[in-house]
């Protein structure tokens, strides 16, 4: 737990386990690419094209009031983050890490008790 501003932040969510194409979080397994928030989990998160990520594929963050955006961009880093995408984000006052997933999820867990952050996470290749 942390303070922002004279706000206290606590992170509720955690990553328990991360293998390729499984991750468990608060003790729930998923098997498809995730956004995690500070307070929920998107199960369900796929990109406009799979490979690649675009502003659009995660444009509805920025209302979050994150502080931080970790990408994982797949167990082997298939995934491509855009120099655009980053600096797009990055323009909103946001922090980006991109790197492949075990490494993201490592980071997050690091962070996300320090600062509002937010994970998407691409599980396979």
């Not at 928030?37 to 009031?65: A, C, F, M």
């Not at 082997?76 to 993201?104: C, H, W």
Request: aromatic share 10%; hydrophobic share 35%; with cysteine.
């Amino acid at each position: 737990m942390t303070d922002h501003g004279g706000l206290t932040y606590c992170n509720i969510v955690k990553i328990e386990h991360y293998s390729f194409g499984r991750i468990t979080i608060d003790g729930k397994t998923y098997t498809s690419d995730v956004i995690i928030y500070p307070d929920r989990v998107n199960p369900s998160w796929w990109r406009k094209q799979g490979h690649l990520l675009q502003i659009e594929d995660l444009e509805d963050i920025v209302s979050t009031g994150l502080q931080v955006l970790i990408v994982g961009t797949g167990y082997y880093g298939a995934m491509l983050v855009p120099e655009k995408t980053i600096e797009y984000f990055r323009s909103r006052k946001i922090e980006v890490y991109s790197d492949n997933t075990q490494k993201a999820v490592k980071l997050y867990n690091e962070v996300s008790d320090k600062k509002p952050a937010v994970a998407a996470l691409h599980l396979t290749c």
